[in-house]
C-alpha cells in the first residue's frame, strides 16, 4: 500500500516543531522562555466566553448552515467593511474555522495544477505548503531591508511572474517580519494585480494588531474588490486562536465556491462558537485595547533588550506581536555553525525559545543574512526581561 503522491509536497507549519523541543526541554527541568508561537497567553474576554457558553445551554450545539450563520455573516460584512470604509453584502462572506482554511480554499479555487501563485517569503509558511500541495508552482517574493524596516523588492517580484502566474498572496501587517507597506508599495502591487489579472489573495490576520498608523486593505483599491479575497480572523485580534473561526470576505463568485468546500469539508464552522463571534464584534472593545496595550509594553521591552544585544538588530515594529531582528553577526560570535545551530543552543544555553527565518518558506539564493523570529504574545513582560537578559549575557560573553 502507498501514500498519495502530492504528500510528497505537503509541508507544515515547524513552528510547532520548535514548540516540541521547547517543551521537551521543559520537562526535564530547564526554564523556558517562549517566544516561538504566536499564540496569545491572555485568555478571551469573559463576555465572549459568557456568549458561547449561552449559545451551548441555548441548545446552538447542531448543524449550520455551510457558509456560517446569516446572523454571523451580517455583523461580519459590517464590521470589516466600516473598518476598511467599504461595503460588503454578507452573501461574501464565508465563515471558517479560522482565518488559515481561507488560505487552502482560496488556491483550490483559483489555480489549477501547474499555475503560479506569488508568495511573500519569509512568508506563513502554509503558503508554500498549500501552493505546492495542491501541483501549483510557488513563486516567491522576497524583502529587502531599508532604513524603516522592511520593503517588498518589487522588481523581483515582478522578475518571478511567468504566463501561468494566476494569484499574488499579499500580507500586509507581515508575520513573520512585521512589515508595512507604504502607500506607494500597496498601490505598485494592485498595479501588478490588475496588470497580469491575478487573483489577490489579502491576508489581513493582523489589521487591527497595530500600535501606531492605521492600516488599508488593498481590496480598497481601484479595481481590487473584484479581485480580492481577505483573510479575517478572530485568533488574534479577540485572543480566540484556540476557538477557530474566521472568514473569508471573497468576490461572489468565489465565496459560492468557498462556500461549497465548507459543505465537503466541515459541513460548518462550529456552531456556538459563530454565535459568541457575533459577540466579540458588536460587544465592548475594551479588552482589544487592553490587549494592545499589554503587547504594546512588551514589544518594547523586547527591542530594547533585542538592540543591547551585540550582534542583533531590529526596527521597532508598528504592529504584529513579532519581531524580527537580523542576527548574522550573533550567530557567528557564538560559534553556532548556521542559524538553525543557533536557536538550538539559545534554547539550552539561556532557554530562549525563538524560530528562525528557516520556519517561513524555504531561503531564497542569494540570501546572506540570518534572521530569527520572536513572538511576544505568548510570553508576560517580566519573563521577557528575565529570558532576553540571560539571552543579552550570554551572547555578549561569547
Ligand atoms: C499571516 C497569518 N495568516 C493566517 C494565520 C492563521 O490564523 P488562524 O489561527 O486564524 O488560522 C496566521 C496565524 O498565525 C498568520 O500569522
Given at each position: 500500500?502507498?501514500?498519495?503522491?502530492?504528500?510528497?509536497?505537503?509541508?507544515?507549519?515547524?513552528?510547532?516543531?520548535?514548540?516540541l523541543?521547547?517543551?521537551?526541554?521543559?520537562?526535564?527541568?530547564?526554564e523556558?522562555?517562549?517566544?516561538?508561537?504566536?499564540?496569545?497567553?491572555?485568555p478571551?474576554?469573559?463576555?465572549?466566553?459568557?456568549?458561547?457558553?449561552?449559545?451551548?445551554?441555548?441548545?446552538k450545539t447542531?448543524?449550520?448552515p455551510?457558509a456560517g450563520?446569516?446572523?454571523?455573516?451580517?455583523?461580519?460584512a459590517?464590521?470589516i467593511?466600516?473598518?476598511?470604509?467599504?461595503t460588503?453584502?454578507?452573501?461574501?462572506?464565508?465563515?471558517t474555522?479560522?482565518?488559515?482554511?481561507?488560505?487552502?480554499k482560496?488556491?483550490?479555487?483559483?489555480m489549477?495544477?501547474?499555475?503560479g501563485?506569488?508568495?511573500?517569503?519569509?512568508?506563513?509558511?502554509?503558503?508554500?505548503?498549500?501552493?505546492?500541495?495542491?501541483?501549483?508552482?510557488?513563486?516567491?517574493?522576497r524583502y529587502?531591508p531599508?532604513?524603516n524596516?522592511?520593503?517588498?523588492?518589487?522588481d523581483h517580484?515582478r522578475a518571478q511572474?511567468?504566463?501561468?502566474t494566476?494569484?499574488?498572496?499579499?500580507n500586509?501587517?507581515?508575520n513573520?517580519i512585521?512589515a508595512?507597506s507604504?502607500?506607494?508599495?500597496?498601490?505598485?502591487i494592485?498595479?501588478?494585480?490588475?496588470?497580469?489579472?491575478?487573483?489577490?489573495?489579502s491576508?489581513e490576520?493582523y489589521?487591527?494588531m497595530?500600535?501606531?498608523?492605521?492600516?488599508?486593505?488593498i481590496?480598497?483599491?481601484?479595481?481590487?474588490?473584484?479581485r480580492?479575497t481577505?483573510?479575517?480572523t478572530?485568533?488574534?485580534?479577540?485572543a480566540m486562536?484556540?476557538?477557530?473561526l474566521?472568514?473569508?470576505v471573497?468576490?461572489?463568485e468565489?465565496a459560492k465556491v468557498?462556500?461549497?468546500?465548507?459543505t465537503?469539508?466541515?459541513?460548518c464552522?462550529?456552531?456556538?462558537?459563530?454565535?459568541a463571534?457575533?459577540?466579540?464584534l458588536?460587544?465592548?472593545?475594551?479588552?482589544?485595547a487592553?490587549?494592545l496595550?499589554?503587547?504594546?509594553?512588551?514589544?518594547?521591552?523586547?527591542?530594547?533588550?533585542?538592540n543591547a544585544?551585540?550582534?542583533?538588530r531590529?526596527?521597532?515594529?508598528?504592529?504584529?506581536?513579532?519581531?524580527?531582528p537580523?542576527?548574522?553577526e550573533?550567530?557567528?560570535?557564538?560559534?553556532?555553525?548556521?542559524v538553525?545551530?543557533?536557536?538550538?543552543?539559545?534554547?539550552?544555553e539561556t532557554g530562549?525559545?525563538f524560530?528562525?527565518r528557516?520556519?517561513?518558506?524555504?531561503?531564497?539564493?542569494?540570501?546572506?543574512r540570518?534572521?530569527?523570529?520572536?513572538?511576544?504574545?505568548?510570553?508576560?513582560?517580566?519573563?521577557i526581561t528575565?529570558?532576553?537578559?540571560?539571552f543579552q549575557?550570554?551572547?555578549?560573553s561569547a
Open positions: 500500500m502507498a501514500l498519495a503522491q502530492r504528500l510528497s509536497r505537503l509541508g507544515t507549519e515547524t513552528a510547532f516543531a520548535v514548540a523541543a521547547a517543551a521537551d526541554w521543559k520537562s526535564k527541568g530547564n523556558v522562555y517562549p517566544f516561538h508561537l504566536g499564540d496569545i497567553n491572555i478571551t474576554a469573559a463576555h465572549i466566553i459568557e456568549a458561547m457558553n449561552a449559545a451551548i445551554q441555548d441548545g447542531g448543524y449550520c455551510g450563520i446569516p446572523e454571523l455573516r451580517a455583523a461580519l459590517r464590521d467593511g466600516s473598518r476598511r470604509d467599504m460588503f453584502d454578507p452573501a461574501q462572506v464565508v465563515v474555522t479560522g482565518g488559515k482554511p481561507v488560505i487552502t482560496f488556491l483550490q479555487a483559483v489549477d495544477p501547474g499555475k501563485v506569488l508568495y511573500p517569503n519569509p512568508g506563513f509558511p502554509i503558503y508554500e505548503s498549500q501552493i505546492e500541495y495542491f501541483g501549483g508552482n510557488a513563486q516567491a517574493y529587502v531599508t532604513d524596516g522592511f520593503a517588498i523588492d518589487l517580484l511572474i511567468t504566463d501561468d494566476v494569484a499574488i498572496i499579499y500586509d501587517l507581515q513573520p512585521s508595512e507604504t502607500p506607494a508599495e500597496q498601490e505598485a494592485a498595479q501588478i494585480a490588475l496588470e497580469h489579472d491575478l487573483w489577490v489573495l491576508d490576520a489589521f487591527e497595530r500600535y501606531e498608523g492605521s492600516s488599508r486593505s481590496a480598497t483599491l481601484p479595481g481590487m474588490a473584484e480580492t481577505i483573510l479575517y478572530f485568533s488574534k485580534k479577540f486562536t484556540g476557538s477557530r474566521g472568514c473569508a471573497a468576490p461572489p468565489i468557498l462556500s461549497t468546500m465548507n465537503n469539508d466541515e459541513s464552522t462550529t456552531h456556538y462558537v459563530q454565535w463571534g457575533i459577540t466579540a458588536e460587544g465592548t472593545q475594551q479588552p482589544v487592553d490587549m496595550e499589554t503587547l504594546r509594553e512588551r514589544r518594547d521591552i523586547a527591542c530594547e533588550l533585542v544585544t551585540p550582534g542583533l531590529v526596527d521597532v515594529p508598528r504592529s504584529t506581536f513579532y519581531i524580527f537580523d542576527a548574522t550573533a550567530v557567528q560570535r557564538v560559534g553556532a555553525r548556521d538553525s545551530h543557533f536557536a538550538e543552543m539559545a534554547l539550552h530562549v525559545s524560530c528562525t528557516r520556519h517561513f518558506g524555504r531561503p531564497q539564493p542569494g540570501e546572506d540570518e534572521y530569527i523570529r520572536l513572538a511576544y504574545s505568548g510570553i508576560n513582560a517580566d519573563d528575565e529570558g532576553l537578559t540571560t549575557s550570554w551572547v555578549a
